[in-house]
């Protein structure tokens, strides 16, 4: 198995490449820069009648000087420094285009810098502009003294130099300007880029926690509701049966009428699963996200019961052998499709514990309406003769007051369930009209 080294990959390669390509491109203009600065240097002082030992050293000041251009990149001023004292001895013209491009091109870093960058780059470019100009009108007046004895004006050929040291200096500046800000944009645009990608992926990545929070939320609420279809429907089912067979003999047309009862029943909780099992297969048919499967799955059934319901559902649980008292109080008010179905199977699951828990017990439902929403209440007194009635044994599977605790709290309600004193047990749910 191949080992890669740090560098050796593909994305090493491809950002070694531009910097070696950097680096032999500022050796060549170096050796260019170099051979001029030496040349004119050597060439200066020789005309000044001076000895060849000076004119070696004016050679290797001006090669010294031009190879400031190898750390210009990191150290922009060096080579304008460098170019600014070669100037005097008429050499370094090219050292000093490059070093005033460097400083346009990558700006130094730095609190100082950044406040101070206009001024300098304008005392630099001032400076260079007097230097150039005044060493410019010397080499001329020097070159060409023919001129000034022909009638040429002076100011003409300080006008000449002046032009001269402009392009020499403002045109490199300028340039340097606008490649160094073209390569700062590209480099906003592309640290940008990156920046909206990662965003875009911790997007991606929390709308997918979303949609399995999504997903968990709508699990726990199906259960909830197979819960309540199938516990109530199933223990008023085992209740019947009991008593089905206890009485199968002694009294053929209560049993005959418990039998029609299971009847009934069995087929209510088959049209409740029918139901649910159809928004299921609605959802599951269509590619939808899990928030749209959530919204899917909330929106009720045209048959979805509700506080109406109510006394249908004590009357069953009376049928089935319970004490059941209901009583309502106060003046009906609009409710909310969720907030009605959430107030059945709170009476619902309640008196489904009561088969389940309290055998032989007598129960009381009391729903009172109020300003702010509906009130309920499901209490039982202590079970009696456990052994004797036929609802013992029901099995449970503990998730009963869970599920009613989540649908109240989930409408912004209040639950509360516990033991009372005398030995039964007692739900107290309240839901908000807004619900």
Not at 60 to 86: D, E, H, K, M, Y
Request: with cysteine.
């Amino acid at each position: 198995m191949s080992m890669a080294t740090p560098g050796t990959g593909a994305g090493g390669v491809a950002g070694m490449w531009p910097r070696r390509r950097s680096m032999w491109f500022d050796v060549t203009v170096a050796v260019m820069a170099a051979a001029e600065c030496a040349m004119n240097a050597a060439t200066f002082v020789r005309n000044q009648g001076m000895a060849m030992p000076w004119t070696v050293a004016a050679a290797v000041f001006g090669v010294l000087a031009s190879l400031t251009l190898l750390v210009r990149r990191r150290w922009p001023l060096t080579p304008v420094v460098a170019a600014l004292a070669t100037i005097p001895l008429q050499a370094g013209y090219m050292l000093l285009m490059v070093g005033l491009y460097t400083i346009g091109a990558y700006r130094l870093e730095g609190v100082t810098w950044r406040f101070a960058e206009r001024r300098a780059m304008s005392l630099l470019c001032a400076v260079a502009i007097l230097e150039t100009t005044l060493v410019s009108a010397l080499t001329i007046g020097r070159q060409h003294p023919q001129a000034l004895h022909s009638g040429v004006p002076e100011y003409a050929l300080l006008i000449m130099s002046l032009l001269v040291a402009v392009g020499i200096t403002v045109a490199p500046t300028m340039l340097g300007l606008y490649v160094g800000a073209r390569r700062r944009l590209l480099e906003a645009l592309r640290e940008r880029a990156e920046g909206l990608e990662t965003e875009l992926a911790l997007l991606a990545e929390q709308a997918r926690e979303r949609a399995q929070r999504a997903q968990v939320e709508e699990r726990a609420r199906i259960a909830r509701e197979m819960h309540d279809v199938v516990a109530h429907r199933v223990s008023l089912l085992v209740v019947h049966a009991g008593a089905l067979e206890r009485v199968v003999r002694r009294d053929p047309d209560r049993a005959a009428e418990s039998a029609k009862l299971m009847g009934d029943i069995g087929r209510q909780a088959l049209d409740e699963l029918r139901q649910i099992l159809g928004v299921l297969r609605t959802v599951e048919s269509a590619p939808v996200s899990g928030q749209e499967a959530a919204a899917v799955l909330a929106v009720p059934t045209s048959d979805a019961p509700g506080l109406a319901d109510i006394p249908r559902l004590v009357d069953e649980s009376r049928a089935a052998g319970l004490g059941v008292r209901l009583t309502v109080g106060g003046a009906r008010r609009a409710l909310s499709s969720d907030t009605e179905r959430t107030a059945y199977r709170v009476v619902q699951e309640a008196l489904t514990n009561v088969l389940k828990h309290a055998p032989g017990a007598d129960a009381e439902v009391v729903v009172a309406y109020m300003v702010g929403g509906v009130a309920l209440a499901v209490s039982n007194t202590c079970p009696v003769e456990v052994e004797r009635h036929y609802g013992s044994g029901l099995p449970s599977g503990g998730n009963g007051l869970l599920g009613m605790r989540e649908r109240v709290t989930a409408l912004g309600g209040t639950f509360a369930a516990g033991p009372t004193d005398s030995g039964g047990f007692r739900v107290e749910a309240r839901l908000l009209a807004a619900g």
